[in-house]
């Protein structure tokens, strides 16, 4: 989520973004409504900032249900309501919106820029809804029994766990990452480490319905400030 004059950043065809927003699986369904748990678990919010509208579920899902949206990105080609990069938000007042969403964005942001994004999405919402990628394979073990709402799961992560990136140059899975949960440097730890510079962490968890994600929700430090 850089400019497309950072040439650290790779950049995805035209094509192949129109291309890309055209598709809809069972993973956006089931990221759509753990954002809306998330965002109903914060009570009053009204206005929301969405960073990387990709399909657009999202946000026709919050504003079909009263919120006020804007969509932020770094490309027109899926036209946002604001066009910019993600670790400069300086269009935006301090905390103008009640929640900042970004699900799977700032592992797309090189870590010289990183926590420069973290610090504008602090800065522009009392809270913020991140999720990120999960690195490696993964297996699951899921109970269900049927009773007291159970819901009992296990996952396993296979990668190799002694690489670290750099942080400079994007991952090999042809997904524009710079680094995701669980390589080293990246480890849950020391995200939640980097997150509470600017943030109190509400909770985070993983998403059992979609093992490929771990989602958290924040409360921003500048409402203290404020």
Excluded: C
């Excluded at 409504?33 to 009570?43: F, H, I, P, T």
């Amino acid at each position: 989520m850089m400019t497309n004059h950072d040439p650290s950043v790779p950049t995805a065809s035209p094509d192949k973004i129109k291309a890309w927003r055209q598709l809809l699986s069972r993973s956006n369904f089931v990221n759509s409504a753990r954002q809306w748990e998330d965002l109903r678990s914060l009570g009053d919010a009204a206005s929301v900032l969405i960073i990387g509208p990709g399909q657009g579920l999202d946000t026709l899902i919050f504003r079909w249900r009263g919120y006020k949206v804007t969509t932020f990105d770094n490309t027109p080609i899926l036209e946002p309501d604001v066009v910019g990069s993600v670790h400069d938000l300086s269009m935006f007042r301090d905390l103008q919106f009640d929640v900042v969403i970004a699900s799977h964005v700032i592992e797309h942001v090189p870590v010289p820029y990183l926590d420069a994004t973290i610090s504008e999405l602090a800065r522009v919402a009392r809270h913020a809804i991140i999720y990120l990628p999960v690195r490696g394979r993964h297996l699951q073990l899921r109970l269900q029994p049927g009773f007291r709402d159970l819901d009992l799961s296990f996952v396993l992560d296979l990668f190799n766990f002694f690489r670290k990136p750099d942080g400079v140059t994007p991952l090999q899975n042809n997904r524009g990452h710079f680094w995701e949960l669980g390589m080293r440097g990246f480890r849950l730890r020391d995200v939640v480490r980097r997150l509470e510079t600017h943030f109190e962490v509400v909770r985070h968890y993983r998403n059992t319905d979609w093992i490929q994600s771990h989602n958290f929700v924040l409360r921003s430090r500048w409402t203290a400030r404020g």
